[in-house]
């Protein structure tokens, strides 16, 4: 909420989710039982221009093309 996401416009997280993946590389990937779980870390870009560092976890269940959103946190900071 604190960067301008509600849960009555929840599309614009979601597409802001979906550019957090298609703009930054995969860091880890790791196939399961059940499919292949992907980990992106990257900047978040927000409604109201913040910038937070994220990591976001993608997983495709075997059989499937369209990746699931599994989680999503904030990652601290790193140096400049």
């Given at each position: 909420m604190a960067h301008g996401f509600s849960t009555d416009h929840w599309p614009?997280?979601?597409?802001a989710l979906r550019r957090h993946a298609?703009?930054?590389p995969?860091?880890?990937e790791v196939a399961t039982a059940f499919g292949?779980?992907?980990v992106v870390d990257?900047?978040?870009h927000t409604l109201r221009g913040r910038t937070p560092r994220l990591r976001v976890v993608w997983f495709i269940d075997h059989g499937a093309e369209v990746p699931r959103l599994a989680t999503a946190y904030p990652l601290k900071r790193g140096p400049s």
């Open positions: 614009l997280l979601a597409d298609s703009e930054h995969i860091v880890s292949t779980r992907y990257g900047i978040l």
